[in-house]
């Protein structure tokens, strides 16, 4: 089967987004790449009940490789990503997460970026921005997301959800928690005063101290 271990990664990392309340039913989409070709999750389709084989293969053009399931309305999206979206460290791009998570979905309707509560926010980049509203599965949105992608691994869609990249599905799959748990941060503080934020210096010194974070 053309990417195995893809395919078997994207079931387990969909059923993780329901599982850890970063969407509710088929919504967001994940996907996993290797070389020319993305496996990525199908549209509509109960993640609790996928399997690898369920899991379409596309080309970065979007044309069917392998599966007989159609893919995520999302596509363009995630291989906007795949084609145009540049690692701020030229690191390889080779897994995109896409969630509904609650709290920053309701920050994309707040603010255009994300506020800096948290230096865990540097796990994106210097600023989470939040890209502009387009309608779901259209080229504007993609354009729109890249623009807010520049420079950093993630962004928020306004009223819409998130979007992170990795060069593995963990690691795309960690700053889509990351991401969401600032977001839940800062509306716990602002829900109760006015939050104390963190200079922008800051953010970009920690991100800087990320580089050489963990076990190398």
Not at 100 to 115: G, I
């Amino acid at each position: 089967m053309i990417l195995e271990n893809e395919r078997a990664a994207v079931c387990e990392y969909a059923r993780r987004l329901t599982a850890d309340g970063l969407v509710v039913g088929t919504s967001g989409n994940v996907s996993a790449r290797s070389g020319e070709l993305v496996a990525v999750t199908p549209t509509g389709v109960d993640y609790a009940d996928l399997t690898p084989a369920d899991i379409p293969v596309v080309d970065l053009e979007g044309k069917l490789a392998d599966g007989a399931l159609k893919p995520t309305s999302e596509l363009p999206m995630h291989l906007a990503v795949y084609t145009r979206a540049k690692d701020p460290e030229s690191a390889p791009v080779n897994a995109v997460v896409h969630t509904h998570s609650v709290h920053a979905t309701a920050v994309s309707t707040l603010v255009t970026e994300v506020p800096p509560i948290h230096y865990m926010l540097a796990a994106i980049g210097p600023t989470a921005r939040v890209a502009p509203y387009a309608t779901y599965g259209t080229t504007e949105l993609a354009d729109a997301m890249l623009q807010a992608l520049d420079a950093r691994r993630g962004c928020l869609l306004a009223n819409h959800g998130t979007i992170t990249y990795g060069d593995s599905l963990p690691s795309a799959y960690s700053r889509a928690q990351q991401l969401e748990w600032v977001c839940q941060v800062w509306l716990t503080a602002r829900s109760a005063g006015t939050p104390k934020l963190l200079p922008a210096a800051e953010i970009e010194h920690v991100v800087e101290k990320l580089k050489g974070y963990g076990q190398r």
